[in-house]
């Protein structure tokens, strides 16, 4: 039977990396993210968790860990932010191509200098490019639920998951959560059973050198694998609305069916613009709002039968790539592009370092796309200068 | 004393086809360590020679799996296997790390200080040829005063003393550690199988030439190797839990270093005053190492002599 626990966004974590009975776990102190391996360390001592705690000693050391652990066979998983997950870096591209399905939780947080512990996106961004695919969430449950589905999908396409949420605004506020039946959660995810494993009687190289006439082809398998995990992300995420009455795609829609223009957010800034877009149809504004939730893979194919046809799309960024726009801008409009019916796409960079994006921000900027009508990028909201 | 029917396993877990260089010290190691080791075994490579030796992306040249790894993650990445192999229910299989110098002095120290500290139950090799070779030779924290490398020319030969990894780790307390060299087999094979039936961290520091590195024939790299140990360039010895220590070898008489130094063109620059220093820094540390001997057992008459070894 199911059970009702009122959690903050870091113990939803660790509660869901729980019931996907993690094997090894291997993680170094940050806050935000700390609180995650603080109670999964209890679990571990406690037995409520049959897994080895490997309390290393950096972050690169924890994803190094992770990495050889999940090579040997067992399910591995670790949580990190900002300067952490940068540390790991080296390790993120071993992960994904050694294409192991290592679960991480990443805490957003805005990176450092200035010392900063708030959030933003800037740190999970950095590591678009290693072929980790990246869910991000919009409340604690989402976030609970998605560990135990990254793990479902990152095992059947072997590459590995990010689940990332937001600082403090969900790693540290309390909602309720329920926690699935234990035996549900087993049926739908069995205990992993790769197809390579580093094991004695096995004698096989993993990782060796590639020369120029290997190496593409694994890059090419890469690639392969992640666009084949759209269609499992959704399969997956069907199956577990029907098993436990939530279901996940890769984008969520909200009141956009007569939509003419559109505000797109990532994370838990969603949860706000959906208080805009209520209060500004109240006024009878045709606005709707789109979720995108897995940014890799990337949903083109979604994300254009949804935009099609609409006037404006304003995209809110709480990222950017310095000398270029938005992060999710960027790759909004480019997806965009072939489409002979294109909206206009605005992007809005806010809430940098964990500054607050309030309803009046999100209607804001809907008013400001509205009325716009030169072709602006990168358009700032809330900067004090 | 004296040890006869040396037991040297005739299990040969390291191919034929591999990719070392003639006369390669390391490539001897794998294979000395993997007939004391057996076949339930296996190991991670971080970035080193070995990365090549072993064989491409789809050849494997040891009868064991072989696990590629970033540079500086040789200690961590044995944990992991061992924490992963272990809930999987593969406890008794050992898990080894396989690092030259550089991954293990330099880069690789911090998680090799981790894994030490908090015991991690594997096995680390050194195979220290004292420079970067893979890379063509550049200097790194293990190598000697004196050397010329790519980056120590001979104009600017390497002006610091080696680095002491075998203090740093003794400092640990880890339960066993020692050094061998290629040149001395059986000491070798029975330090290996010794510390495999411990638990723990365990760490081998492995003399190992680099023909090429050292501007040396390749037919000499035994002769290079045993020499070192002969002058006391290399001692052999054990320490336990950091802090019993046991010498493996006396020489039979003083052997100057110039016997060692003046084989390798790496150190053929050196004046006779520099020979000296190199000579005074040599007797210190042996002496120091006995003396740690002597506080371990009251007396330096245990330590086996060379016929020990015949």
New interface residues.
Partial sequence: MSVKKVLTGNHAVSYGAMVSRV??I?AYPITPQTQVVELLSEMVADGLL???F?????E??AM???????????R?FTATSAQGLALMH??LH?AAGDRLPIVLADINRAMAPPWTIWTDQNDSLSQRDTGWMQVYVESNQEAFDSIILAYKVAEQIYLPCMVVLDAFVLSHTSEPIEIYDQEKIDEFLPPYKPMV???????????????PD?YMEFRYKMQKAMEKAVSVFEKEGKLFGEMFGRTYDLVEPYMLDDAEYVIVTVGAVTSTARVAIQELRKKGEKVGLLKLRVVRPFPFEKLRNILKGKKKVAIIDRNISFGHHGIFYEEIKSALYPLQDRPIVYGYIAGLGGRDVTVGDIIGIYEDMKKRETLDEAIWRGVKL | MIMKNWQIPEDELLYSGHAACQGCGGALAMRLALKALGENSVVTIPACCWTIISGDVLYNALKIPVFHTAFETAAISAAGLKAGLTMRGLKDTTVFAWAGDGGTFDIGIQSISGAAERNEDIIYFVYDNEAYMNTGIQRSSATPWGAWTTTTPVKHPEDKPKKNIDEIIAAHGVPYQATVNIAFPEDFIRKVQKAKGIKGFRFFHIFAPCPPGWKIPSDISIRAARLATQTNVFPLYEIEHGKNYRVSYMPPKKVPVSEYLKIQGRFRHLKEEDVEFIQKMVNENFDSLLKKHELTHGTLQNIPSPEFYR
């Fill in positions: 094997q090894v291997s049959k897994a080895i490997v309390n290393v000693e950096s690169h050391s190094s860990a992770c990495v050889s652990a999940s090579a040997a066979g067992a591995a080296e390790m071993w494993t580093i094991e004695p009687g096995k004698p096989i190289g993993y990782g060796a050198l590639a020369g290997t």
